[in-house]
């Protein structure tokens, strides 16, 4: 216990202390620059429309004497006013997941009530493209969870089935349960992802090819929904895909076990 030792225990704590603190700034700067890169992102997919909205505004009031013109120009901003809806939905919808730790729920939900849903949702949008969107979900398997946010789960990855298949394409809907989980699995046949995009599709904001999606109309925010609805749930999601071949995406979620019988729960019947 000289005044050495003390000194050198001392300066050895003083630069643990360093230590941490410059941790704890590294994974604070690393959360600033998550926060700003979502608000950059999130100005970025607003920017687009908005310009859009004040420019047909503009266009439509200059055409104030041809009617043709004004119902051409009213549809369009009708289009992007219904773009600037759904993004700021997703958006919402996004923080509100990021904000929220798991899920605690004991709501009972049927997996094959909320794939009807789903499927049901995007119906009047597969018929217009001609595809057949075919459902094998006939196990009666239940979780606990959020009905309204695992429908828009599954409804975002049959929506992005259909999306990216060509017209008259086939979309595969399954639900099936596997050792202890319950397997949600949407298939289809259309343009498929390269392996070096499959880790990054789920990012908020990432489209893989920019020009493509926007075609689509999507927000690139669908996949990274899925991502943190299902982590809410204590599940997770994974993709398999290849290029011009087609993409499964299967939700994973822990099954609700059916409650233990008064008989199971005094012993077993055979008494061992
Ligand atoms: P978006 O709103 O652009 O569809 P998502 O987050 O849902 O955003 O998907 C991110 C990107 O992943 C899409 O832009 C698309 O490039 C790709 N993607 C998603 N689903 C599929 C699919 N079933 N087939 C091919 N590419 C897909």
Redesign the pocket.
């Known amino acids: 216990d000289s005044p050495l030792r003390l000194r050198v225990r001392s300066a050895r704590l003083g630069t643990r202390f360093v230590l941490l603190l410059a941790e704890d700034r590294t994974e604070s700067f690393r959360l600033d620059e998550v926060r700003r890169d979502f608000v950059a992102n999130i100005s970025h997919e607003l920017k687009t429309p908005i310009a859009s909205v004040s420019l047909l505004a503009e266009a439509l009031d200059q055409a104030a004497d041809e009617p043709d013109q004004v119902r051409r120009f009213a549809g369009r901003l009708s289009v992007e006013a219904s773009r600037l809806a759904h993004i700021s939905s997703e958006v919402i919808e996004l923080s509100r997941l990021q904000a929220r730790g798991a899920l605690r729920t004991d709501v009972l939900l049927r997996v094959d009530e909320i794939v009807a849903a789903a499927v049901e949702q995007n119906r009047v949008v597969a018929t217009a493209k001609g595809i057949d969107v075919a459902v094998k979900a006939s196990s009666k398997a239940e979780v606990y969870g959020d009905r309204s946010l695992l429908v828009v789960a599954v409804h975002?990855l049959i929506a992005?089935?259909i999306?990216?298949s060509s017209e008259g394409g086939r979309v595969g809907v399954g639900a099936k349960v596997v050792d202890g989980a319950v397997e949600i699995a949407v298939t289809?046949q259309?343009?498929?992802?390269e392996a070096d995009e499959l880790e990054r599709?789920f990012e908020r904001f990432?489209?893989?090819?920019q020009a493509r999606?926007r075609n689509?109309g999507?927000?690139?925010?669908?996949?990274?929904i899925v991502k943190h609805t299902v982590q809410n749930h204590g599940g997770d999601v994974r993709v398999w895909?290849q290029p011009s071949r087609g993409?499964t995406?299967m939700i994973r979620l822990p099954l609700a076990e059916p409650p233990i019988e008064a008989s199971d729960a005094t012993g077993s019947p055979t008494g061992d």
């Open positions: 975002n992005n089935a999306a990216y289809d259309g343009i498929g992802i599709v990432y489209r893989i090819d999606s689509t999507g927000s690139g925010l669908g996949l990274s895909s993409s995406f």
